[in-house]
């Protein structure tokens, strides 16, 4: 295995620094819906060449031991499916003998795991979330194109439930795909009845093409019949968090200590607004001071705090346009371009998640916009 060329490598480091280890390679498999792809479209993130051996060797020492070591997915790269990695088992051994106690986990769509590793993976003290999207073999074929491996993502379900610490289904939009497919999970081990599903809808930006587009809107029609049928079927539901106003009234409430379901949100979200009230409650009040919100939580904002509707400007991504809402997905320019939009304001409130990196936003811009006399806060 040739390995990561310098450019990459430098990037490689950063990630293990955050306990995070991609292990490279472009995905051979067609998803439609693929976020990575229209990342790489869109030019901010790069498949690298597979990692080696020795590339996982030289950044050991760099790992948290007492972190969760996310091992096949990273923060500066795409990620392929792991096991597409002709060597993924090698890596993963050589990582849990130096980390012999350290939880690892990565995401993987499941195909191509050869049964007779399965006692390898369960040695390696390894987690999977399975994103799985759908058991509807049409469905498959028309929204996962790439080789097929039905009967593996099977077994890999039955035999390895206890690896299993996350299911991720994709909404298609049928509700009786949806029943059947979770109907069918009970079924193939009842063990996944205790382990958590999460249901997402799914999303498109303008480096997507038109068919996950009508998916998108064809699949949100019935979202809320979705959540309440996941709701009632699903012991431990979890939604991909679009928009805080996106769900239907009395979504259950179940307490998970390592995911963020819709009322951990609306709470995370009520906390920042607390926050922000105690800081600069004259200053919203005589309209000195603006929020800029993302779309994900403005809804939310203007019903819940209906006194600060004046203060709470919405932003929308023009940066990728489509259905992206939350704020982690808005650049700079999205932002500024809000601000132009709209009356001025004398101080700007700006949500931290835009600049999570050094202070840069999704497009590699610095927080430091140089626009007039623009006055910003973080929150
Ligand atoms: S497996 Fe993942 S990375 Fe590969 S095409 Fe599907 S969604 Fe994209």
């Known amino acids: 295995m040739k390995g990561l060329d310098k450019e990459d490598y430098k990037l490689f480091v950063e990630d293990a620094l955050q306990n995070c280890i991609i292990v490279g390679g472009a995905c051979r498999n067609g998803c ?17 060449e597979y990692i080696s051996l020795e590339d996982l060797r030289s950044v050991l020492h760099y790992i948290d031991p007492n972190k969760t070591i996310y091992f096949g997915e ?8 792991p096991f597409q990695h002709p060597q ?9 003998q130096h980390f012999p106690n350290t939880p690892k986990r990565t995401t993987t769509i499941c195909k ?13 003290k390894i987690t999977f979330v399975a994103g799985i999207n759908t058991l509807d073999r049409q469905k498959r074929r028309a929204l996962m194109k790439g080789p097929e491996d039905y009967s593996g993502v099977v077994s890999f379900l039955d035999e390895c439930a206890e690896l299993i610490d996350k299911i991720s289904l994709l909404y298609t939009g049928d509700l009786e ?6 109907d069918q999970l009970y079924a193939i081990n ?16 303008m480096h997507h093409n038109s068919v996950v587009r009508e998916l998108h809107y064809y699949a949100k029609q019935t979202w809320h019949a979705a959540i309440r049928l996941f709701d009632d079927k699903v012991e431990k539901p979890q939604y991909w968090l679009r928009s805080l106003s996106d769900f239907p009234q009395g979504t259950r409430h179940w307490q998970d200590e390592q995911g963020l379901n819709i009322h951990d949100g609306r709470a995370s979200f009520q906390r920042r607004m607390d926050d922000v009230r105690q800081r600069f409650g004259d200053e919203l009040k005589k309209r000195r001071v603006a929020m800029l919100l993302a779309e994900s939580v403005w809804d939310y904002c203007v019903a819940t705090y209906p006194e600060l509707e004046a203060n709470a400007i919405k932003v929308r991504n023009r940066a990728f ?24 304001f004398l101080r700007y409130l700006v949500p931290k998640d835009v600049f999570p990196r050094f202070k840069r936003d999704i497009l590699g811009h610095h927080l430091d916009w140089n626009y007039g006399s623009l006055a910003l806060d973080l929150i």
């Open 190 to 205: 009842p063990a996944l009845e205790r382990t958590r599903i999460m249901l997402r809808l799914p999303e498109y930006s």
């Open 32 to 48: 439609s819906f693929c976020s990575c792809k229209a990342q790489a479209a869109a030019g901010l993130k790069n498949w690298t």
């Open 321 to 344: 346009k489509g259905s992206y809402q939350v704020a982690g997905l808005l650049s700079r320019d999205d932002l500024l371009g809000a601000v132009k939009d709209n009356p001025p």
């Open 88 to 96: 993924y088992l090698d890596l993963l051994e050589l990582l849990n």
């Open 112 to 124: 191509g795991i050869d049964p007779q590793h399965y006692d390898r993976l369960r040695r390696a």
């Open 74 to 81: 990273g923060v500066s790269f795409l990620s392929c499916e």
């Open 177 to 182: 795909v949806l029943e059947r497919d979770l």
